[in-house]
C-alpha cells in the first residue's frame, strides 16, 4: 500500500484588535488580545499527540504566539506565510475603504501600493511545495487571507476562489487527499 503525500493542517492566529474590528491587518504587528490569547491555548487538546513533520510559522508575533500557546513546538518562522501586505489599505474597514471606492472586492480589485493576488498566490505556491517535501504532515499557523489563498492553491484553482471562503480566529483546517485528488478534508473548524 502506498503511503499518501503528507497534508497540511492550517491555523489561523488567534483574534487581535484589528482582526475583531474587521481591520484588515497585513504586516503590521499586532499582538493577540487575551481572548486571543485564551482561543490559542485551546488549540493545544485539539493538537495533542499529534506528530508534525515539520510546523511552519509566520515571521508575525500573532501566529509566533499562536502556535506557542498551542503547544507547537520546533517552529520554522517561514517568510511566505506572512499575511497579504494591505498597502494603503492596512488597518481600514471593507466598509471604510468602499466610502472611497464603492464595491471595492480584495480578491478582484486589489490594494494600492500593496502585494497583487498574485504575488500571494506564488508566495503560497512556495509553501505548499514544502509541505509536499515533508516527510510527514505539515502544520502552518498564518492568517485568513494568506491561508484561504494557500487552501484554493492546494486544490489547484485559481486564487481569485479563495473569496468563497472564510477562516474564524484560531480555527484549525486540514488540506490533505482523496486517492491522488488534493481535497479539503476539514474547514473552519
Request: aromatic share 6%; hydrophobic share 40%.
Amino acid at each position: 500500500m502506498t503511503e499518501s503525500p503528507p497534508r497540511a493542517v492550517l491555523i489561523r492566529h488567534g483574534e487581535t484588535e484589528w482582526s475583531r474590528d474587521r481591520k484588515h491587518t497585513g504586516r503590521t504587528d499586532i499582538p493577540l488580545t487575551a481572548v486571543g490569547e485564551a482561543q490559542a491555548a485551546a488549540l493545544a487538546p485539539r493538537l495533542a499527540g499529534r506528530f508534525f513533520a515539520e510546523v511552519l510559522v509566520s515571521p508575525l508575533s500573532r501566529a509566533i504566539e499562536t502556535a506557542d500557546l498551542a503547544g507547537l513546538t520546533g517552529a520554522q518562522v517561514t517568510p511566505d506565510l506572512a499575511e497579504w501586505d494591505y498597502g494603503d489599505y492596512e488597518g481600514r474597514t471593507t466598509a471604510d475603504i468602499r466610502e472611497d471606492r464603492p464595491g471595492w472586492d480584495l480578491f478582484t480589485d486589489g490594494v494600492p501600493h500593496g502585494e497583487s493576488l498574485d504575488e500571494v498566490a506564488d508566495r503560497v505556491d512556495r509553501v505548499i511545495a514544502k509541505v509536499l517535501a515533508a516527510t510527514g504532515d505539515v502544520v502552518c499557523v498564518a492568517h485568513a487571507h494568506l491561508l484561504r489563498v494557500l487552501a484554493v492553491r492546494w486544490l489547484g484553482a485559481a486564487p481569485e476562489s479563495s473569496r468563497y471562503l472564510v477562516l474564524g480566529p484560531a480555527s484549525i483546517s486540514v488540506l490533505g487527499w482523496e486517492r491522488e485528488q488534493a481535497v479539503i478534508e476539514h474547514w473552519n473548524t
